[in-house]
């Protein structure tokens, strides 16, 4: 959380900055403090704290202070550490899964839960679900479609800019889209979310947070992940978006309740009878 409120502080308010600056210099002081409290020692008005809390991701104060207090208290063992040119094996190994697993960590206390109900909402209505991304973002949005269309629902994935932005101009209102992005600023990705959203569609953004496609989406999940993309391809970011995909398809499961099982298991004789058995060994 407290990443998240450095990220944002040069697209907050003037007041907002100013609360964001207090809560950088005090946070656990702030973890035990009221929104009345808080806005008499930061000397700005409730409804800025309010309107702060939905700049860093919050849906109010009560859920801002809980994943501050989480931050606080767990300390993100993020690890950011440039595998040397001579590094050894061992050390590439270690090296690269340390920061995966930092990094997943860090999605998971900055997540947030009303969001994800939020989307899980959108997707249990919709009449069809794309799933659109570029590049690393196109891979985890097929990985994504992969899951989803096993739980019977209408889903296709797209990673052609081309592709994708005719389809958006098709959808309609009922009909949702899963954005997939490490940056949240490629533009063909954002020409699209727009046309979707014109078309009546609902948008699910799976992004950095304080980016233009996160403000464009109907429901923002963050992915605030720390990674050098000038240098590398997207590689802790990647891991991230295919675990929020994770987690909405199980949302997804859950809902769809006791249709499930049949569906799966329909799917799954057809994968059985494309197999080798072990006679003749």
Same mark, same amino acid.
């Given at each position: 959380?407290?990443? @998240?409120?450095?990220?944002?502080?040069?697209?907050?308010?003037?007041?907002?900055?100013?609360?964001?600056?207090?809560?950088?210099?005090?946070?656990?002081?702030?973890?035990?403090?009221?929104?009345?409290?808080?806005?008499? @020692?930061?000397?700005?008005?409730?409804?800025?704290?309010?309107?702060?809390?939905?700049?860093?991701?919050?849906?109010?104060?009560?859920?801002?202070?809980?994943?501050?207090?989480?931050?606080?208290?767990?300390?993100?063992?993020?690890?950011?550490?440039?595998?040397?040119?001579?590094?050894?094996?061992?050390?590439?190994?270690?090296?690269?899964?340390?920061?995966?697993?930092?990094?997943?960590?860090?999605?998971?206390?900055?997540?947030?839960?009303?969001?994800?109900?939020?989307?899980?909402?959108?997707?249990?209505?919709?009449?069809?679900?794309?799933?659109?991304?570029?590049?690393?973002?196109?891979?985890?949005?097929?990985?994504?479609?992969?899951?989803?269309?096993?739980?019977?629902?209408?889903?296709?994935?797209?990673?052609?800019?081309?592709?994708?932005?005719?389809?958006?101009?098709?959808?309609?209102?009922?009909?949702?889209?899963?954005?997939?992005?490490?940056?949240?600023?490629?533009?063909?990705?954002?020409?699209?979310?727009?046309?979707? @959203?014109?078309?009546?569609?609902?948008?699910?953004?799976?992004?950095?947070?304080?980016?233009?496609?996160?403000?464009?989406?109907?429901?923002?999940?963050?992915?605030?992940?720390?990674?050098?993309?000038?240098?590398?391809?997207?590689?802790?970011?990647?891991?991230?978006?295919?675990?929020?995909?994770?987690?909405?398809?199980?949302?997804?499961?859950?809902?769809?309740?006791?249709?499930?099982?049949?569906?799966?298991?329909?799917?799954?004789?057809?994968?059985?009878? @494309?197999?080798?058995?072990?006679?003749?060994?």
């Amino acid at each position: 959380m407290l990443n @998240r409120i450095e990220a944002t502080l040069t697209q907050l308010r003037p007041s907002e900055r100013k609360l964001a600056t207090y809560v950088l210099d005090a946070p656990r002081e702030v973890v035990d403090l009221s929104m009345n409290e808080l806005a008499e @020692r930061a000397n700005v008005s409730q409804p800025t704290i309010a309107r702060f809390c939905q700049a860093v991701g919050c849906s109010g104060y009560r859920e801002f202070k809980i994943r501050l207090a989480q931050g606080i208290a767990q300390g993100v063992p993020f690890v950011h550490r440039d595998v040397r040119p001579d590094e050894p094996v061992p050390g590439i190994a270690s090296k690269v899964l340390d920061r995966t697993i930092g990094s997943l960590m860090q999605v998971r206390n900055n997540l947030s839960p009303d969001s994800i109900g939020q989307a899980i909402e959108l997707l249990a209505g919709a009449r069809r679900i794309e799933f659109y991304g570029a590049g690393a973002s196109g891979i985890a949005a097929q990985d994504m479609q992969h899951k989803f269309f096993r739980l019977g629902v209408p889903a296709v994935a797209y990673s052609d800019p081309h592709v994708y932005g005719m389809s958006a101009a098709l959808l309609r209102q009922g009909d949702v889209v899963v954005a997939i992005s490490n940056t949240g600023r490629t533009q063909d990705l954002l020409e699209a979310v727009q046309l979707a @959203r014109t078309a009546g569609a609902s948008v699910i953004a799976i992004t950095h947070s304080n980016s233009p496609l996160a403000r464009q989406a109907s429901v923002a999940l963050f992915a605030d992940v720390d990674e050098d993309t000038d240098v590398y391809s997207p590689l802790t970011s990647r891991i991230a978006h295919l675990a929020i995909g994770d987690v909405l398809a199980v949302g997804m499961a859950l809902r769809l309740g006791d249709r499930l099982p049949a569906q799966l298991a329909r799917a799954k004789e057809v994968i059985n009878r @494309r197999r080798t058995t072990n006679e003749g060994r």
